[in-house]
């Protein structure tokens, strides 16, 4: 069965309209609170909570993982509630810049001494859309559901609080409970969103649909239709361009909110100038500065270039002779860019695969193992499903199932998240049988 781009890129699609539609909501909030950054606080201080959950075995991604993510997300939201200062002689977004910076930082000195704590800080943090599952999607959907009409019964508390703080006090409001409440759902929301898609992703969902609907328009309404119309367009473009051009699908999306943003308010500027013809020289120009930047960046890159590549070869080569000594190959002295760069020299499988056995390290595995593949498709591949067997780490198991779908273009029922993927196994060394040696 051969995959067609429904059938590898519906699932991240429509968990993209599902983030366009909440964030793009939140999103004008945020923006009012002037509170940008409360998205990556949150965020962290989620991962803060998955990580802690980790330090006592509780893998990524589980029920128990998800709940010490809520739990940490409750105590930052009470945080934000409380630092609300009436008078705003220390700015909100300092407490938010200093809880975000420390949950960093009670992360890593949590996470330094777990094994592969690396690997699971990068797969808290990123995301993989890509590989969003059909049930996560419901659940996000359902919840979401809930967290939007929780803020359509309350929505005039909400949007006062957000646009006429002092109004809000002076009808006697209890601000800082409301605000509680805010923050919570807004919790709820970050904690689904990002084991899924990402921080980036999530904070770009947030605020750029936010930002370019009120460069346009004053009406709320107005605002919340333009901003779900870019996501959804800018979301169906990106997607389209990373499954096309074979490149990170969050990452693309990002790139492309970016550029959509740029693109309106230049087009804003340039329509609403007073001389029309003097803001488009000043557009011109503006580009044209841009365009001498990226050439002076690229010829110094390629001064820059020779001696960098020299120097890595350099330290492979020192590397792989130091390892002639011990008869074992050291990968954990190298980068992976380096591993890459000295298994591309390597058209034995036979070499490659010895290499295999050398490490314990999953994902330097699977860089040998993607190696392989394309030398010996059946022993590669061999190598590929004894890496999904035993490997703990989901993200290095979705990269190799990823890499056996590409090269089988089938579908076997992978579930990263399933415990038990016997059948799924099967299926895969069913289809390694049919290949030759």
Same mark, same amino acid.
Request: aromatic share 12%; net charge positive; charged share 15%.
């Given at each position: 069965m051969?995959l067609?781009?429904?059938?590898?890129?519906?699932?991240?699609?429509?968990?993209?309209?599902?983030?366009?539609?909440?964030?793009?909501?939140?999103?004008?909030?945020?923006?009012?609170?002037?509170?940008?950054?409360?998205?990556?606080a949150?965020?962290?201080?989620?991962?803060?909570?998955?990580?802690?959950?980790?330090?006592?075995?509780?893998?990524?991604?589980?029920?128990?993982?998800?709940?010490f993510?809520?739990?940490?997300?409750?105590?930052?939201?009470a945080?934000?509630?409380?630092?609300?200062?009436?008078?705003?002689?220390?700015?909100q977004?300092?407490?938010?810049?200093?809880?975000?910076?420390?949950?960093?930082?009670?992360?890593?000195?949590?996470?330094?001494k777990?094994?592969?704590g690396?690997?699971?800080?990068?797969?808290?943090?990123?995301?993989?859309?890509?590989?969003?599952k059909?049930?996560?999607?419901?659940?996000a959907?359902i919840v979401?559901? !809930?967290?939007? @009409? +929780?803020?359509? %019964?309350?929505?005039?508390?909400?949007? =006062?609080?957000?646009?006429?703080?002092? *109004?809000a006090?002076?009808?006697?409001?209890?601000?800082?409970?409301?605000?509680?409440l805010?923050?919570?759902?807004?919790?709820?929301?970050?904690t689904?969103?990002?084991?899924?898609?990402?921080?980036? !992703?999530?904070? @770009? +969902?947030?605020v %750029?649909p936010a930002?370019?609907?009120? =460069?346009?328009?004053?009406?709320?309404? *107005?605002?919340?239709?333009?901003?779900?119309?870019m996501?959804?367009?800018?979301?169906?473009i990106?997607?389209?361009i990373?499954?096309?051009?074979?490149?990170?699908?969050?990452?693309?999306?990002?790139t !492309?909110?970016?550029?959509?943003?740029t693109?309106?308010?230049?087009?804003?500027?340039?329509?609403?100038a007073?001389?029309? *013809?003097?803001?488009?020289?000043?557009?011109?120009g503006g580009?044209?500065v841009?365009?001498l930047?990226?050439?002076?960046?690229?010829?110094?890159g390629?001064?820059?270039?020779?001696?960098?590549?020299e120097n890595?070869?350099?330290h492979?080569?020192?590397?792989?002779?130091?390892?002639?000594?011990?008869?074992?190959l050291?990968?954990?002295a190298?980068?992976?860019s380096?591993?890459?760069?000295?298994?591309?020299k390597?058209?034995?499988?036979?070499d490659?695969?010895?290499?295999?056995?050398e490490?314990?390290?999953?994902?330097?595995?699977?860089?040998?193992?993607?190696?392989?593949?394309?030398?010996?498709?059946?022993t590669?591949?061999k190598?590929?499903?004894?890496?999904?067997?035993?490997?703990?780490?989901?993200?290095?198991?979705?990269?190799?199932?990823?890499?056996?779908?590409?090269?089988?273009?089938?579908?076997?029922g992978?579930?990263?998240?399933?415990?038990?993927?016997?059948?799924?196994f099967?299926?895969?060394?069913?289809?390694?049988?049919?290949?030759?040696?």
């Open positions: 051969n067609s781009i429904w059938d590898v890129m519906a699932p991240a699609f429509v968990e993209c309209l599902i983030l366009v539609g909440i964030h793009s909501y939140l999103g004008l909030h945020v923006i009012r609170r002037k509170v940008i950054f409360v998205d990556l949150l965020a962290q201080i989620a991962a803060l909570g998955t990580t802690v959950g980790f330090l006592f075995g509780i893998m990524p991604g589980s029920t128990g993982a998800y709940w993510s809520l739990i940490f997300t409750f105590i930052g939201a945080v934000f509630s409380i630092s609300r200062i009436r008078n705003d002689k220390i700015p977004e300092a407490v938010i810049g200093l809880a975000y910076a420390i949950a960093a930082s009670v992360s890593i000195l949590v996470i330094d777990a094994p592969h690396a690997e699971h800080i990068k797969e808290i943090l990123t995301g993989s859309i890509l590989w969003v059909w049930s996560t999607i419901r659940n959907a979401y559901s !809930l967290i939007g @009409v +929780f803020h359509f %019964v309350f929505r005039k508390r909400f949007i =006062l609080i957000s646009e006429n703080p002092a *109004k006090y002076a009808e006697g409001m209890s601000v800082r409970f409301w605000d509680f805010f923050y919570v759902s807004f919790g709820i929301v970050i689904h969103s990002v084991g899924t898609a990402g921080v980036l !992703l999530v904070f @770009v +969902f947030l %750029v930002i370019a609907s009120m =460069l346009v328009f004053d009406v709320l309404w *107005k605002q919340l239709v333009f901003g779900w119309t996501g959804v367009t800018v979301s169906v990106g997607l389209y990373s499954y096309v051009a074979d490149i990170p699908s969050g990452p693309t999306v990002v !492309l909110y970016g550029a959509m943003l693109l309106i308010a230049i087009t804003l500027y340039i329509f609403r007073k001389s029309r *013809k003097s803001a488009l020289v000043k557009v011109a580009l044209g841009a365009l930047i990226v050439f002076g960046i690229s010829i110094m390629d001064l820059f270039k020779s001696s960098a590549v890595g070869h350099n492979a080569e020192e590397v792989v002779n130091q390892s002639a000594q011990t008869e074992t050291n990968f954990a190298m980068t992976e380096e591993i890459i760069s000295f298994l591309s390597k058209n034995n499988v036979g490659v695969k010895k290499y295999f056995s490490t314990d390290d999953d994902y330097t595995k699977f860089l040998i193992a993607s190696r392989a593949i394309e030398l010996n498709k059946k590669g591949a190598l590929l499903l004894k890496i999904l067997r035993k490997s703990e780490l989901p993200f290095v198991n979705e990269e190799v199932y990823n890499k056996l779908k590409t090269f089988s273009g089938k579908e076997f992978y579930d990263a998240s399933n415990e038990n993927n016997d059948k799924a099967n299926k895969i060394n069913s289809w390694i049988e049919t290949l030759k040696d």
